[in-house]
């Protein structure tokens, strides 16, 4: 069946620091997609990025990055030089192809000046 | 471009009571899924809807039952209130079936006396 676990149930760092956000996954399919959810204090659920299983690249998007390791079954978002906004409840998701995606329990992320 | 749109903001109902829910797709978004967060979790998959069908269900009770229009807005409709089903619920609008970006909207805070 599939999981996803966020094991940090909250962090906090002081403003411009650096922080990894871990996600672990399980999925007995070999096609399968994960994905990263921000979701601030107004509750709205904001898209980060989508991830196939098959493409292994790490990616880089101004601040964020995401590590996808499939030999670990792991999927990490690291925030460099964290700034106060990047406050908020991050969730990592997994979907297989034609089915429900399995959000993560989220982790509590607290930027502070 | 108009996002996601949900009403009522804030619902309070007496347990045993019947709510409806009510979700606008992002414009040019033909795929409306629903889930329910409760405090502290990640949103959890109730349905999803596609060309005003039922095309995959989480594990929700009969409860639990929706549709959607042809202009692609649906409802989330919820009988026999429980306590338990007091919780945030989110809707999120996507291009066609699968494992797509989705966009949420801010949710229905429901509450259950």
């Known amino acids: 069946a599939q999981k996803v676990t966020q094991a940090q149930t909250e962090i906090s760092v002081v403003e411009k620091e650096d922080v990894t956000l871990d996600c672990v996954y399980e999925?007995?399919?070999?096609?399968?997609?994960l994905f990263w959810y921000k979701q601030p204090p107004s509750g709205e659920l904001v898209f980060l990025i989508r991830?196939?299983?098959?493409?292994?690249q790490n990616e880089i998007s101004g601040r964020y990055s995401w590590n996808f390791q499939k030999s670990t079954s792991s999927f990490n978002f690291t925030i460099t030089a964290s700034q106060v906004v990047d406050s908020a409840v991050y969730f990592c998701?997994?979907?297989?192809?034609?089915?429900?995606?399995?959000f993560g329990k989220g982790t509590r992320l607290h930027i502070l000046p | 471009d108009a996002g996601v749109t949900q009403s009522p903001t804030h619902l309070i109902k007496t347990r045993g009571q019947q709510v409806t829910l009510r979700c606008s797709p992002k414009?040019?978004?033909?795929?409306v899924s629903w889930y329910q967060q409760a405090l502290g979790q990640g949103p959890q998959f109730i349905f999803q809807?596609?060309?005003?069908?039922?095309?995959q269900r989480g594990n929700f009770p009969d409860r639990f039952s929706g549709h959607q229009f042809p202009n692609y807005s649906s409802e989330l409709n919820v009988n026999a209130l429980l306590l338990g089903d007091s919780a945030l619920y989110l809707c999120?609008?996507?291009?066609?079936?699968?494992?797509?970006?989705?966009?949420f909207g801010p949710g229905t805070r429901l509450t259950v006396t």
């Open positions: 991830r196939n299983s098959f493409d292994e």
């Open positions: 998701a997994l979907s297989e192809p034609d089915d429900k995606i399995i």
């Open positions: 999120a609008s996507s291009l066609g079936q699968g494992p797509y970006e989705q966009y």
């Open positions: 999925t007995r399919d070999t096609t399968y997609y």
């Open positions: 809807y596609y060309e005003e069908e039922e095309r």
């Open positions: 414009s040019g978004h033909d795929t």
